[in-house]
């Protein structure tokens, strides 16, 4: 059941659920089923006992009951619905092992509240999105799913085979966000000023799909694509209203953009995995992770 199904990581630390209350949402306006998906260890501290067996059973007992409730309540609006229940150290990578090659349609999980100073590496959201193959979206707020505010960013200048596949990957979720969810599309390059194709005009905007340049684009060579309003507008197959440019640091113009709208949803990227790679995870979506207020929902 698990092609295109939505999974939902349950927060073992939280009484409420955002994540699934997103995820049931999205699942009755799509039907879409719905996986539902807990890690456990004796760090859960909602049963007293000594670090045993019988200990250890008790405490999966208790989410394996909490999962039954969550699955009662969405099959009782008609959602297929699964469990699955473990019991691993490290979440991140329990998460990462149970979606393996079963092609969930996104990951939904409640997000924590991130500081660049407290950051670890078995605690924190990023640490999924480096290892996660699927989509994953952190959510922070139990606003309505249906006509959202969504921005996403794309890096349209990029040359390299793995951005374009990137871009064209971000681009279908957001006409999925526009077509499934009747969300509010528009379009935003943010570029530094060597690479400006100036814009022909301005327009307002409700919500913005970003293509963005790297910050060091500039000194990559001689050599810079140009981006301008025509070429957003066919990539995109978006009319003049919904295409803007912005010149100014990708992060700093999402920002910006994002509290001005107060969207509901961005949409980022990465291509980052491990080791250096993992180092330079979203210049743009790490960046973002640790200061958005609003959902985040991340493809690899």
Same mark, same amino acid.
């Given at each position: 059941?698990?092609?295109?199904?939505?999974?939902? +990581?349950?927060?073992?630390?939280?009484?409420? @659920?955002?994540? *699934?209350?997103?995820?049931?949402?999205?699942?009755?306006?799509?039907?879409?089923?719905?996986?539902?998906?807990?890690?456990?260890? *004796?760090?859960?501290?909602?049963?007293?006992?000594? =670090?045993?067996?019988?200990?250890?059973?008790?405490?999966?007992?208790?989410?394996?009951?909490?999962?039954?409730?969550?699955? @009662?309540?969405?099959?009782?609006?008609?959602?297929?619905?699964? &469990?699955?229940? +473990?019991?691993?150290?490290?979440? @991140?990578?329990?998460?990462?092992?149970?979606?393996?090659?079963?092609?969930?349609?996104?990951?939904?999980?409640?997000?924590?509240?991130?500081?660049?100073?407290?950051?670890?590496?078995?605690?924190?959201?990023?640490?999924?999105?480096?290892?996660? #193959?699927? /989509? +994953?979206?952190?959510?922070?707020?139990?606003?309505?799913?249906?006509?959202?505010?969504?921005?996403?960013? &794309?890096?349209?200048?990029?040359?390299?085979?793995?951005?374009?596949?990137?871009?064209?990957? &971000?681009?279908?979720?957001?006409?999925?966000?526009?077509?499934?969810?009747?969300?509010?599309?528009?379009?935003?390059?943010?570029?530094?000023?060597?690479?400006?194709?100036? /814009?022909?005009? #301005?327009?307002?905007?409700?919500?913005?799909? *970003?293509?963005?340049? /790297?910050?060091?684009?500039?000194?990559?060579?001689?050599?810079?694509?140009?981006?301008?309003?025509?070429?957003?507008? @066919? =990539?995109?197959?978006?009319?003049?209203?919904? &295409? =803007?440019?912005?010149?100014?640091?990708?992060?700093?113009?999402?920002?910006?953009?994002?509290?001005?709208?107060?969207?509901?949803?961005?949409?980022?990227?990465?291509?980052?995995?491990?080791?250096?790679?993992?180092?330079?995870?979203?210049?743009?979506?790490?960046?973002?992770?640790?200061?958005?207020?609003?959902?985040?929902?991340?493809?690899?």
């Amino acid at each position: 059941m698990h092609k295109n199904a939505l999974m939902v +990581v349950i927060d073992p630390t939280r009484e409420s @659920q955002p994540a *699934f209350e997103h995820a049931l949402q999205s699942a009755k306006m799509t039907s879409r089923k719905l996986h539902l998906f807990a890690c456990v260890n *004796f760090d859960a501290g909602v049963i007293d006992g000594a =670090h045993d067996e019988a200990h250890q059973q008790a405490i999966l007992a208790h989410y394996r009951k909490l999962l039954q409730n969550l699955q @009662q309540r969405a099959e009782s609006f008609a959602v297929e619905t699964s &469990i699955e229940l +473990v019991w691993q150290q490290n979440w @991140q990578q329990a998460v990462v092992d149970a979606t393996g090659n079963r092609n969930f349609h996104m990951i939904f999980k409640t997000s924590q509240v991130h500081k660049l100073a407290e950051r670890s590496d078995t605690t924190a959201d990023w640490a999924l999105l480096r290892a996660s #193959t699927c /989509p +994953v979206l952190l959510m922070h707020h139990n606003s309505s799913w249906a006509n959202r505010r969504v921005l996403a960013a &794309i890096n349209l200048a990029s040359e390299d085979e793995a951005h374009q596949l990137l871009n064209e990957k &971000i681009l279908a979720m957001a006409h999925s966000f526009q077509n499934e969810y009747g969300a509010d599309v528009h379009y935003v390059n943010a570029i530094n000023r060597e690479t400006t194709a100036h /814009p022909s005009g #301005t327009e307002d905007d409700e919500d913005l799909l *970003f293509c963005v340049l /790297p910050a060091d684009f500039a000194d990559r060579g001689s050599k810079k694509p140009q981006v301008s309003e025509t070429m957003l507008r @066919q =990539h995109c197959a978006a009319d003049a209203a919904h &295409i =803007h440019l912005q010149q100014g640091d990708p992060v700093d113009v999402i920002l910006a953009e994002a509290e001005k709208l107060a969207a509901d949803l961005i949409i980022a990227g990465t291509i980052a995995r491990t080791g250096i790679k993992g180092r330079i995870l979203g210049n743009t979506a790490e960046k973002l992770l640790d200061r958005i207020h609003c959902d985040l929902l991340v493809l690899t």
